[in-house]
Structures are given as C-alpha cells and as structure tokens.
C-alpha cells in the first residue's frame, strides 16, 4: 500500500470527510495542516488544488475529498462504504452531492456572513472573495436552508442509515457536513479550542425541529467515528 499524507484544515468537514474515510478503512497517514491565506500559494504550487483537504500517496496528489474517497474506495475495497447494488450506488451520490455540494457551501455562505458581521479579518473579507460571498447570496442560501433542514431532520428521525440498512459514505459525508449548520460534535467526540467553537455552525442549527437531524449526527459518530477526533500531532 502508498504512503498516505493528507493536508488538512482541521475543522474543515471536506478534511473530516476524508479522515473518517481513512479511519474506517484502517489506512495509516501522516496529517499535515493547511493554512488558509498565507499557505494557500504554496499548496497551489504544490498540489494543482486551491482548497484542502488533498490527499498524497507516495506523493503523488489525489485530489479534493471527492476524488479521494473514490480513490480510497477502489484501493481499500475492504470494509465497504459503497454497496455493490447500482441503484444504492446512485442514491448515495446524491446525498454526497447534496450534503458536499450543496448544504455545506449554503451553509459556509452564512458563516462568512457571520465572520464579517464579527470582523473576523482578514479570514472574512478572503473567503467571501474565494467562495463568491454576497448579502444577497447569503441570504438565498440561508432561504433555501430553511426549507430543506426540516425535511433531512423528519428523514432522520428513526436513528437509521440514509441507504440501506448500514453505514456508507452517504452518513459518512452528511454527518461530516452537518459541522456547517450545528457546530462540531461535543468535545467527547471532537476535539475544539473552547475559542474555535462559535466560528462553526449557525443560528438555525438551535431550532427545536432540527433536533433529530443533531441527535443522527451524534449517533452517526459514535456508532462509526471509531474514536475521538484529534488535532494533527505537531
């Protein structure tokens, strides 16, 4: 097997998704983080890729969380996060697409928001110019939100798998992204600075009707996390 690296923003859930991928499948890797504005040319240079996480493999790059996974899953077959059946296969594409391509970057369009209401500077004003951040677009995003959480909280009320009848990379992927909308699971579960904690999540994710939706999560990571996430040794 490839000597793994994977560089990281800790918090990210794009960084998360990968190293509970890793971690399910038992793959040693180093951890190497990533940082924002001033490393970002470097890691351009680098790796070809303007965001993190990106995983190496005897160095050579395997690209964004998406690529990786789907790197991860054709070189580790074993244990499985995607099933054999087409029809399962289709159905967890599209809870990844939604929960990675759509729920998080709605909901990282209102953290920026809260970011420059909070004049957290210079993080604020780059990534509103990195993930084309707008009032208006931030509050589409928020609207649209609104609607679906309430809907994915009634999907996840029974405390089950999104396909089938056990874990893959579809509560894999929600799971991570759900960071986005009620903050990092508890310190049990995930390591955070007391500090970091208000910069993650949103205002919606303390509405009453999403509770189930936080309770699924939680489950999720104590079913399948495997141990408490941790910050990369330094």
Request: proline share 9%; charged share 25%.
């Amino acid at each position: 097997m490839p000597t793994l690296e994977v560089i990281e923003l800790y918090g990210s859930p794009f960084s998360e998704r990968l190293r509970w991928a890793l971690a399910y499948k038992a793959m040693p890797h180093a951890r190497r983080p990533f940082a924002p504005i001033t490393g970002e040319a470097e890691h351009r240079r680098a790796t070809g890729i303007a965001t993190a996480p990106v995983l190496l493999a005897d160095g050579t790059v395997i690209g964004d969380s998406n690529r990786a996974l789907d790197w991860l899953e054709r070189t580790v077959p074993t244990p499985p996060l995607v099933p054999t059946d087409a029809s399962q296969r289709a159905q967890i594409r599209a809870w990844e697409a939604f929960a990675s391509e759509t729920l998080a970057p709605y909901a990282r369009l209102t953290a920026i928001g809260k970011f420059k209401k909070l004049g957290i500077q210079p993080l604020a004003d780059h990534f509103a110019a990195k993930y084309h951040w707008s009032e208006d677009a931030e509050q589409r995003a928020l609207e649209f939100l609104q609607d679906v959480l309430p809907d994915l909280a009634r999907a996840t009320a029974a405390d089950g798998y999104l396909v089938s009848d056990g874990f893959t990379r579809a509560d894999l992927t929600l799971a991570s992204m759900l960071a986005t909308v009620f903050g990092h699971p508890a310190d049990e579960l995930f390591q955070l600075d007391a500090r970091m904690r208000p910069m993650f999540g949103m205002p919606l994710g303390d509405d009453p009707s999403l509770v189930p939706l936080r309770r699924w999560r939680d489950e999720i990571y104590r079913r399948h996390r495997g141990k408490r996430v941790t910050p990369p040794a330094r």
